[in-house]
């Protein structure tokens, strides 16, 4: 059984930072794309940031140059620093995995997390 657990997120002003951890526990052969989405009231889950195992980052253009994602391999972890965070980053973050449980082959599945509620104030 795999599983995706978030840590971090809570309340923050305008102007400050928050940082974000998802790590992926479990049988696991590899981990191909990690990333990180959110989904703000009323709205369609968004791609916010994309890392690959070789660290190749993609990010939306709403938070390029605010929000940095990286991972640790050896912990099958995933990180977002979020700086000069702003109201409209309000939403509820889901961390994602794109990997290959132990005894699946080559086939890679599409795993979330339960979701952290980052709340910016103005």
């Known amino acids: 059984q795999v599983q995706l657990v978030e840590s971090g997120g809570g309340l923050v002003q305008a102007g400050g930072s928050l940082g974000l951890s998802c790590a992926a526990s479990?049988?696991?052969?590899?981990?191909?794309?990690m990333g990180w989405y959110r989904q703000a009231p009323g709205k369609t889950r968004e791609l916010v940031a994309v890392?690959?195992?070789?660290?190749?980052?993609n990010y939306v253009d709403a938070v390029k140059g605010r929000f940095t994602i990286s991972r640790d391999n050896a912990k099958n972890t995933v990180f977002l620093q979020m700086n000069s965070l702003k109201p409209e980053d309000t939403a509820v973050y889901y961390c994602?995995?794109?990997?290959?449980?132990?005894?699946?082959?080559?086939?890679?599945?599409?795993?979330w997390g339960q979701g952290t509620q980052v709340t910016v104030s103005s």
């Open positions: 994602n995995a794109d990997l290959v449980p132990l005894g699946a082959g080559r086939t890679s599945y599409t795993y």
């Open positions: 479990g049988s696991i052969f590899r981990i191909n794309v």
């Open positions: 890392i690959s195992g070789g660290g190749s980052a």
